[in-house]
Every structure is written in structure tokens, then in C-alpha cells.
Nanobody, 127 residues
Framework: QVQLVASGGGSVQAGGSLRLTCTAS????????VGWFRQAPGKGREGVAR????????DFADSVRGRFTISQDNSQMTVYLPMDSLKPEDTAMYYC????????????????????WGPGTQVTVSS
């Protein structure tokens, strides 16, 4: 049974930092794209960052580039999303998702190809 669990959310003031963690069980993160998505109240889900775990290629949304990073720990089946310089507009429910993907190929930015999703973790940034 595949399970993805996102954790690490919380409430911070603008300018603060958080690190989200996506932990997988029953799924080989070593040959996948893992993406972080977020959904703010009243808005659609948007892609934030993604990593091809075979080769480490990363991509970021323009809104978070330079502030967020994404990294992996294959031995622990974990992908991290360190978030710095947080802004109130980063407030959202954050989800991690995964899909089997070829090595070195850019990960899909949209949510449709991602077949495995975990429950979200809430990030709230106050001004």
C-alpha cells in the first residue's frame, strides 16, 4: 500500500522559515518525480516545486524560486521542502505527490500526472 505523508507545516511570521517533509512508504521514490503542490482557500491547486529523484533535477514555480528549495534522502524515502523568506501569500495547504518517471526528464508541473498523493500540511504565514 502506497502512502505519502506530508509534515512540518505550522504558523510563522513573514520572513520566517519552515521545512516540509514528504515521507513515502510502499513506493520507490528512487525512480520518481516528487512534487509539492499548494492550495490556498478559494483558489486552485498550484505546483510549487518538484524533483526527479533519479538525477536530482529540480524545478520551481516563479513565485517561490530563490526562496524554496527541494531535496531528497533516498535512504529514508523522504523529500524535503525548505522554505525561507515566507510571505503571507504562501499561506496554503501543502501536499506532496509522486509519479514514476524516467531519469533526467523534467518533472511535470501540473498535478494531473501525479498518481499518489498524501494528506496536506497547513502553512500559515502572518504579516
Amino acid at each position: 500500500q502506497v502512502q505519502l505523508v506530508a509534515s512540518g507545516g505550522g504558523s510563522v511570521q513573514a520572513g520566517g522559515s519552515l521545512r516540509l517533509t514528504c515521507t513515502a512508504s510502499g513506493y520507490p521514490l528512487t525512480s520518481s518525480c516528487v512534487g509539492w503542490f499548494r492550495q490556498a482557500p478559494g483558489k486552485g491547486r498550484e505546483g510549487v516545486a518538484r524533483i526527479n529523484t533519479r538525477g536530482g533535477r529540480t524545478d520551481f514555480a516563479d513565485s517561490v524560486r530563490g526562496r524554496f528549495t527541494i531535496s531528497q534522502d533516498n535512504s529514508q524515502m523522504t523529500v524535503y521542502l525548505p522554505m525561507d523568506s515566507l510571505k503571507p501569500e504562501d499561506t496554503a495547504m501543502y501536499y506532496c505527490a509522486a509519479v514514476a518517471w524516467a531519469s533526467g526528464v523534467r518533472c511535470p508541473p501540473d498535478e494531473a500526472p501525479y498518481g499518489y498523493w498524501g494528506p496536506g500540511t497547513q502553512v500559515t504565514v502572518s504579516s
